[in-house]
């Protein structure tokens, strides 16, 4: 008889998962904070933790979409602080509708976001360095714009402004299930999150996005439009921005000009802890949902347990150090299996 070539196990296909990782991870957090905890999965707690992980999710996605296609954006979290200032001193200062100032501060982000992906197609320069000077840039605007027109580091008011009523429901209305009150910006991280999984693993422009990322090179060689995909992709990563920003301004009716400095790194950790491979070509945008998630679950279980907020930072430090040797592992296993 003939020998017959069976398909992969069950567990060979769960390990050819990028988010593997990230769901086991989530599970080991949900359940020790869940046990140490009493009010963990409270209403309270569980709407405390999703809106912490919510406006980080969003850029998770948009950020696990740019590094599966090989590159990197340091300038994504002073967008979110760009935005919002566009947003605020449009409508506060300039007297805009809100909804006109929220389009503003929209076309800005995807320019900024098309520019960082035409310089890096352009020069051949890394995507670090080029977005590191975006980010510098941003900074100083923000700074500077904001204190030429206010005399200070903030810009609030927008609550008085006409057209806010109508975007504050959509971008920072709360819906309550049961006794559980859920923010705008985690209705918003679920549908970014799913239409980003069918963008990935669903359409030509995920498979393209794969190819620039596996290799640039091979996958021009076999058409795919590089230069094209690569600016999409880094104008993905300003329309995230633009959502976090505009939740933010629209929740809390003000913005400093230094806010969400920093915050890159942690969207590069979450992207990592959900699966994606510093080099490019894997990943998941569930994953990166999956890791935003852990974000949230340990910063609010350690405010829970009444730890020093220190550990978080070791928390953060452990978790990604982990993802990486875990992602390196079944990257190895899937690409065998796929042999």
């Known amino acids: 008889m003939p020998d017959t ?10 390990i050819v998962r990028p988010e593997i990782g990230a769901l086991l991870g989530a599970l080991l957090v949900f359940v020790f904070f869940t046990v140490i905890t009493d009010k963990f999965l409270s209403p309270l707690g569980i709407a405390n933790w999703l809106d912490d992980a919510s406006t980080l999710g969003i850029m998770a996605v ?28 449009l409508a506060v200062h300039a007297g805009w509708n809100v909804w006109f100032a929220l389009l503003a501060s929209l076309v800005f982000a995807l320019a900024v976001g098309a520019f960082n992906g035409w310089v890096v197609m352009r020069t051949g320069l890394p995507s670090f360095i080029v977005t590191l000077g975006t980010f510098l840039a941003l900074q100083g605007l923000n700074l500077g714009v904001t204190r030429l027109v206010t005399d200070t580091v903030q810009v609030a008011g927008i609550r008085g402004a ?12 709360t819906i309550d299930l049961g006794s559980t009150r859920i923010q705008a910006s985690v209705v918003w991280w679920i549908l970014l999150t799913v239409l980003g999984s069918i963008l990935l693993l669903r359409t030509r422009f995920g498979n393209w996005t794969f190819a620039v990322g596996g290799s640039l090179h091979s996958a021009r060689a076999v058409g795919v439009p590089a230069v094209r995909t690569k600016i999409l992709l880094f104008m993905g ?32 950790i979450a992207a990592v802890v959900g699966g994606c491979l510093l080099t490019g ?19 609010q279980g ?19 150090l982990a993802a990486v040797l875990v992602n390196n592992v079944f990257s190895k296993r899937a690409e065998r299996i796929r042999r």
């Open 5 to 14: 070539i069976s398909g992969p196990t069950l567990l060979q296909r769960a």
């Open 62 to 89: 948009a950020v696990a979409l740019l590094m599966i296609g090989g590159e990197f954006d340091l300038s994504a979290g002073v967008m979110t602080a760009s935005t919002s200032l566009v947003t605020a001193l």
């Open 162 to 173: 006409a057209g806010y009523a109508s975007a504050g429901a959509v971008f920072a209305s």
């Open 237 to 268: 990563t300003g329309f995230a921005g633009w959502v976090v920003g505009s939740c933010s301004i629209l929740r809390f009716g003000s913005v400093q000009a230094n806010q969400g400095v920093g915050l890159e790194l942690q969207f590069i």
């Open 281 to 299: 070509g894997f990943g998941s945008v569930i994953g990166a949902a999956l890791g935003a998630l852990i974000f949230g679950m340990a910063r």
């Open 302 to 320: 350690i405010v829970f347990a009444r730890w020093n907020d220190d550990w978080f930072m070791l928390f953060l430090g452990v978790l990604l």
